[in-house]
């Protein structure tokens, strides 16, 4: 594992639809994206911070999106899909893994801030390429294969005042 150290260049992504619904459904709270990027740069040298949103027509959205960019999150939005049987999808996995991938070769750690098991190949992916991979999620709602395949975990839970409005 590679350590830590301030000239160290990391991109943090965020999955925010996973950070919101583990918020509110552990505890109907709001995530506080300036301590996630504060937490997840750690002192060390930002390279790019993106945000993986959803645009679901909600009135509030558009100043989330740019309380992100207020912050110094790239926002990537994507609009929600709805299938002729009514039910709805967007996500992001795909754009994130690919993003990661793409800025693998320009810096040293990749923040996977999410709690979805399904970036566990791609941890395991950046490792294998030399990129040390920190998770960042609520413990009690993440993948347990997303924990293990991490160098890091940061459990969110454990420092609410922190990450948590």
């Given at each position: 594992?590679?350590?830590?150290?301030?000239?160290?260049?990391?991109?943090?992504?965020?999955?925010?639809?996973?950070?919101?619904?583990?918020?509110?459904?552990?505890?109907?709270?709001?995530?506080?994206?300036?301590?996630?990027?504060?937490?997840?740069?750690?002192?060390?040298?930002?390279?790019?911070?993106?945000?993986?949103?959803?645009?679901?027509?909600?009135?509030?959205?558009?100043?989330?999106?740019?309380?992100?960019?207020?912050?110094?999150?790239?926002?990537?939005?994507?609009?929600?899909?709805?299938?002729?049987?009514?039910?709805?999808?967007?996500?992001?996995?795909?754009?994130?893994?690919?993003?990661?991938?793409?800025?693998?070769?320009?810096?040293?750690?990749?923040?996977?801030?999410?709690?979805?098991?399904?970036?566990?190949?791609?941890?395991?992916?950046?490792?294998?390429?030399?990129?040390?991979?920190?998770?960042?999620?609520?413990?009690?709602?993440?993948?347990?294969?997303?924990?293990?395949?991490?160098?890091?975990?940061?459990?969110?839970?454990?420092?609410?005042?922190?990450?948590l409005l």
């Amino acid at each position: 594992m590679t350590d830590i150290h301030p000239d160290q260049r990391v991109a943090v992504l965020a999955d925010s639809q996973n950070l919101y619904h583990s918020a509110q459904s552990v505890y109907s709270r709001n995530i506080d994206y300036s301590g996630l990027l504060d937490g997840a740069v750690a002192d060390r040298s930002l390279v790019r911070a993106i945000a993986y949103v959803i645009r679901a027509d909600s009135p509030e959205e558009e100043s989330f999106f740019e309380a992100l960019r207020d912050i110094g999150f790239e926002t990537k939005i994507k609009e929600i899909k709805t299938f002729a049987d009514g039910s709805k999808k967007a996500d992001w996995d795909l754009g994130m893994s690919l993003d990661a991938v793409s800025l693998a070769s320009h810096v040293d750690t990749v923040v996977l801030c999410t709690g979805d098991g399904d970036f566990a190949r791609l941890c395991s992916h950046l490792r294998h390429e030399g990129v040390r991979v920190e998770a960042m999620g609520f413990g009690n709602s993440a993948a347990d294969e997303l924990i293990e395949a991490a160098d890091d975990f940061v459990d969110l839970a454990e420092e609410e005042e922190k990450f948590l409005l």
